[in-house]
């Protein structure tokens, strides 16, 4: 989806609805062909597999100390229970990371 604002002077602002996208103006003259002008983003954008594989530790550490802290705290076995079945959840990402395809090292 995109947003087109019509300006002032005849001119049309292209916005794009994803902000990796760029932003063209298309300006028209009196009595002349549609101009178009490229105007790049000044955004940072981090690559969704950096930010998947982030996310995944996160999980991984979250869990294992979740886990590890109810497990060695005082509680009745349902805790203790509970506990394993954090730090299952936690391993199951951590091999998760591990089995992630890597870059070929020169």
């Known amino acids: 989806m995109t947003l ?3 300006m002032e002077g005849g001119g049309v602002l292209i916005k794009p609805h ?3 996208q760029h932003v ?3 300006m028209r003259k009196r009595n002349e062909k ?3 002008a490229y105007l790049p983003r000044r955004t940072f954008t981090m690559s969704k ?3 998947s594989t982030l996310l995944l530790f996160a999980v991984f550490v979250g ?5 590890l ?6 509680g009745d076995i349902e805790t203790k229970i509970y506990a394993l ?3 299952v959840c936690s391993g199951y990402a951590g091999v998760s990371l591990l089995l992630l395809p890597r870059k070929k090292q020169p």
């Open 4 to 6: 087109a604002v019509i």
């Open 18 to 20: 994803h902000p990796s």
């Open 24 to 26: 063209y103006v298309i």
């Open 34 to 36: 549609y101009q178009a």
């Open 49 to 51: 597999k950096l930010t």
């Open 63 to 67: 869990f294992l100390w979740w886990g």
């Open 69 to 74: 802290s109810m497990l060695f705290s005082p």
């Open 85 to 87: 079945l954090l730090l």
